[in-house]
């Protein structure tokens, strides 16, 4: 990584001198010439076509250098297109043409509030064709539990969304209870406006981060101590780099050591939305789906029925989100759901390596409706989106 860095900064400090000699040649045209200036120019001139010299040469010094920089711009184009890592290996003799993605923009309407009702249940209805070739074929169509699209396996093989290694899981999750989410979803960085990706581009490039490389512990530590720097411009407090290390330890559910690409552009997507937008704008993103869930939910812990629960069983819905993500869980015959909490007597609350911590007296106290039940879940409800087994916003404990 060092040695990358090192070129960069190379390459645009030979772009600032060459901007600085043409600046220096139209300086020259424009004033008047004579023999004491011109003879000035021409040894400044010479000394910075020198540099500029120097630094090409500097520059190129390394064979695999061009590729380098090549293969960095297109990262940080597809970056900003949303269109991700494009698999390397890929057949694209027989591919489709990958999609347009159209970035959301923000609406006049937006922060407003937004009444979602909880006794009235939504009708959830998938579409009937293949979102990719628009051909039905019934049973063998795969349902994204996000949206209402629906996929073939073949055109989904054929776009380059499913590789060899996903899909089994495709195939066995898809019709469960725990559910895949199709590609649109399962990308939280589509959810940016051009403007929010814009602002997050400047952050990533201002810290040094190389887009599609993978992150360490001290590379994503030494990231968010410089954004907090930049933001508050002051050293970030002990208490927040603890939580920044259990947050890289839910990105990395493995025990790898890093942190994948996707995994930590999704985590940074859900955090600036978290920041710029209030939560009556989070709440329009929520599916019809996300939403029939999270009735579920509430329900289920709202035992009286007196429309309140407690902030402890709050918190344990907020962990509940992500329990899709273990793959134990697939062969229990009971309603997992893909958000809903798992009660004491479920088969699958015995194989969860995870313990909700009992609620506090204070947490006891504090009742929460359902509208506040959803301003204070939405950011994990959409967090929980990727079919990723990291947990891309680690629940409080």
Not at 5 to 32: C, H, I, N, Y
Not at 97 to 108: D, M, Q, S, Y
Not at 181 to 201: G, I, Q, R
Not at 229 to 254: G, H, V
């Amino acid at each position: 990584m060092g040695v990358l860095m090192s070129r960069r900064q190379t390459v645009e400090r030979v772009q600032k001198v060459s901007l600085a000699v043409s600046a220096f040649k139209d300086g020259l045209r424009e004033q008047p010439s004579t023999r004491r200036r011109a003879e000035a120019g021409t040894a400044r001139q010479g000394t910075l076509e020198k540099e500029v010299q120097e630094g090409e040469e500097e520059t190129l010094a390394g064979p695999s250098q061009p590729e380098e920089s090549s293969a960095s711009k297109a990262a940080w184009e597809r970056l900003r297109d949303g269109r991700g890592v494009e698999p390397e290996e890929f057949d694209r003799a027989n591919r489709f043409t990958p999609p347009a993605f159209i970035r959301p923009k923000r609406e006049l309407h937006d922060d407003e509030p937004l009444d979602i009702s909880l006794q009235q249940r939504e009708q959830i209805l998938n579409d009937e064709m293949c979102e990719i070739c628009e051909v039905w074929t019934a049973e063998s169509l795969f349902p994204c539990r996000i949206c209402h699209r629906v996929y073939h396996d073949g055109c989904l093989r054929r776009m380059g969304y499913l590789q060899k290694d996903s899909a089994v899981e495709v195939t066995e999750t898809a019709h469960t209870e725990t559910g895949w989410s199709c590609y649109y979803c399962d990308n939280l960085n589509l959810l940016l406006t051009e403007e929010e990706m814009y602002s997050l581009m400047e952050t990533l490039r201002n810290c040094k981060i190389i887009p599609e490389s993978c992150l360490t512990l001290d590379d994503f530590l030494h990231y968010k101590h410089q954004v907090h720097k930049q933001q508050f411009e002051r050293t970030m407090p002990e208490a927040q780099e603890e939580q920044a290390a259990l947050q890289f330890n839910a990105l990395d559910p493995d025990k790898k050591g890093h942190i994948e690409w996707q995994d930590f552009l999704s985590h940074e997507s859900i955090q600036l939305l978290q920041k710029i937008r209030p939560q009556n704008a989070l709440l329009r993103l929520l599916t019809p789906k996300e939403r029939e869930r999270a009735r579920t939910a509430f329900l289920a812990l709202d035992q009286d029925n007196d429309g309140f629960i407690g902030e402890g069983e709050c918190r344990q819905a907020r962990h509940s989100w992500f329990r899709k993500h273990q793959k134990e869980m697939l062969s229990c015959n009971v309603s997992i759901s893909h958000v809903g909490p798992i009660s004491e007597g479920s088969p699958a609350s015995s194989k969860s390596p995870e313990k909700i911590l009992p609620a506090t007296k204070q947490e006891e106290t504090r009742s929460i409706d359902w509208a506040g039940f959803l301003r204070e879940n939405v950011a994990y409800i959409l967090a929980a989106r990727p079919n990723s087994a990291a947990l891309h916003l680690q629940p409080l404990a």
